[in-house]
């Protein structure tokens, strides 16, 4: 059994900057790739970023391009998403997610966060 636990969330004016921690635990061998996926009231989950195991290459949706950044620490089998000019429209519950079936989706998500952005 392998455990994602999100943590760094809270509340920021427009314009600010959170950053959100996702450590894996349990029985894990860090080789897969992880991600976050966010949900806000009445919406479906979706995807925001993931970062590859293999390489580290990184995958963005386009509304966060060039404000979020994932990066990981693989020794510590720990990623990060920093989150600048944050906007109105980024406040959700945000969910650290891992593929560990290699299926290539990131199937397995933590409890989540609380990301509210105010104006």
């Known amino acids: 059994q392998v455990y994602l636990t999100e943590s760094g969330g809270g509340l920021v004016q427009t314009g600010g900057s959170l950053r959100l921690s996702c450590a894996a635990s349990?029985?894990?061998?860090?080789?897969?790739?992880m991600g976050w996926l966010r949900q806000a009231p009445g919406k479906e989950r979706e995807f925001v970023a993931l970062?590859?195991?293999?390489?580290?290459?990184?995958h963005y949706a386009d509304s966060v391009k060039g404000r979020f950044t994932i990066s990981r620490d693989n020794a510590k089998n720990t990623i990060y998403l920093q989150m600048n000019n944050l906007k109105a429209e980024d406040s959700a519950v945000y969910y650290c997610?891992?593929?560990?079936?290699?299926?290539?989706?990131?199937?397995?998500w933590g409890q989540g966060t609380q990301v509210t952005v105010s104006a």
């Open positions: 970062i590859k195991w293999r390489d580290g290459n990184t």
């Open positions: 997610a891992a593929d560990f079936k290699g299926s290539g989706d990131l199937g397995s």
């Open positions: 349990g029985r894990t061998s860090g080789t897969y790739d």
